[in-house]
């Protein structure tokens, strides 16, 4: 394991623009939970029906109990050593991109820049009548919150079942990708696209791809290396 945290030290150093690829998986070490198997209130509701425009048409009350759960479980997580060995990765690298699936908000709260939110984020807020957006880090919000510009009913900035990425980003993390010479796939499977190509659009432009995750993946044959652990154990170890 020490060579191969040293050959992927070597990689990054090497590297004038890194990416890193975030998934689930770095905020789980946080206990940030994930959508499913959380039981307990709401056991009796898949995420498929709650976190789509059609459950927010039909009942926006309920949906917006459910995010102010979510939001109150993810006020209540801190950044832990992942976050935080990436934050400290950005400033010795100042062209290191971050993309990430993550809607929490952690990596920002550890110190990183310029976070690619793929998924939005938990934390923005959308009119759903003018398309203003803001930023609210209350944990628990009105039952149905409001736009303070046009009184419209607000719903949460992340992106549902259904929906399409935004281009925007897409667009910049597909130019990421592309212009990094070292990408770091993090807790993630990277399965769903687009995001599973992002790392083959990387490996196709000569970046090396260097794979952290608690199991092989189905990026793991084309990574350049994998290392196999907490994200929260061998980041720190890749920036240290
Ligand atoms: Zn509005």
């Known amino acids: 394991m020490d060579a191969l945290i ?26 940030v939970p994930t959508f499913r198997g959380q039981g307990g209130l ?12 059609q459950a927010f048409d039909r009942d926006p009350e309920l949906v917006w109990r459910w995010y102010n759960w979510r939001r109150g479980l993810i006020a209540a997580c801190r950044p832990n050593p992942a976050h935080l060995a ?12 971050l993309i990430t699936q993550n809607v929490d908000g952690l990596q920002q709260l550890a110190g990183s820049r310029d976070v690619i939110e793929l998924h939005g984020s ?37 992106v549902w079942f259904g929906e399409q990425l935004d281009p925007v980003l897409l667009e910049r993390a597909w130019q990421t990708a592309g212009a990094c010479q070292a990408m770091l796939v993090v807790g993630t499977s990277a399965v769903v696209q687009p995001v599973a190509s992002l790392a083959g659009v990387a490996k196709a432009a000569g970046a090396a791809l260097i794979e952290v995750n608690l199991v092989t993946t189905a ?12 994200a929260g154990r061998i980041l720190p170890q890749l920036t240290a």
């Open 86 to 97: 990436l934050a400290r990765l950005q400033e010795r690298k100042p062209g290191l991109c």
């Open 122 to 158: 938990i934390w923005r807020l959308r009119c759903t009548a003018c398309g203003a957006e803001a930023e609210d880090r209350r944990p628990a919000l009105p039952a149905l919150p409001r736009c303070a510009a046009c009184g419209g009913l607000l719903r949460p900035g992340v």
């Open 219 to 230: 990026n793991s044959q084309s990574a350049d290396l994998t290392l196999l652990g907490p």
């Open 42 to 53: 709401w056991q009796d509701h898949r995420p498929e029906d709650l976190a789509t425009p």
């Open 6 to 31: 040293a050959r992927a030290r070597a990689l990054l150093a090497r590297a004038e623009n890194v990416a890193v690829l975030c998934g689930a998986g770095v905020s789980a070490e946080s206990g």
